[in-house]
């Protein structure tokens, strides 16, 4: 009996999700921890548009769920393991730029996990002055970027998979 052949294409593909996913993990944390260094140091940015202001976030958005770290640990773990079989089963379908933009998901989910777990807090430095918005941090940014444009790709059938 002949084992079905995955294409190569298939592989080419998981292996860019783990490399993009891999840029992006090692960039964010440590630009977190560069910045997290620099304010113990002193730095101190505040105009009209944005301040850095340190705060441990044992929440989520608007410290939601701050009692209960473990909720927003294990809603973490139940998303990056649904979204990492969900594109690795459907990864020979995708575009590089439909896993590209999943990965960058993944890495913001990962990111805030590792520091929630490792640190028992997500560091929180980025203050929008022009908006009353929470504090947030580079995985935040990663996350809201990440869905906006995969929910753009979807609504327009683009990008996400091949015809």
């Known amino acids: 009996m002949a084992r079905k052949k995955q294409p190569q294409n ?27 260094e620099l304010i113990k140091q002193g730095l101190e940015i505040n105009n009209n548009v944005f301040s850095i202001n340190y705060m441990q976030n044992t929440g989520a958005a608007f410290s939601i769920l701050k009692e209960y770290p473990f909720i ?47 640190l028992g ?16 941090n580079f995985s935040d940014i990663l996350i809201c970027t990440s869905i906006f444009i995969i929910i753009i790709l979807l609504l327009t059938k683009t990008s996400l998979k091949q015809l």
């Open 10 to 36: 298939l592989w080419i593909k998981i292996s860019y999700l783990f490399l993009i996913f891999g840029i992006f993990t090692f960039t964010n944390l440590y630009i977190s921890d560069y910045i997290t």
């Open 121 to 136: 807090y997500v560091r929180d430095f980025i203050n929008l002055k022009f908006i009353n918005f929470p504090i947030f």
């Open 72 to 118: 927003l640990i294990a809603l973490a773990v139940i998303a990056l393991i649904s979204l990492f079989a969900y594109i690795i089963r459907h990864a020979g379908t995708m575009t590089f730029n439909g896993i590209f933009w999943f990965s960058v998901l993944l890495s913001g989910i990962f990111c805030n996990l590792y520091e929630r777990v490792i």
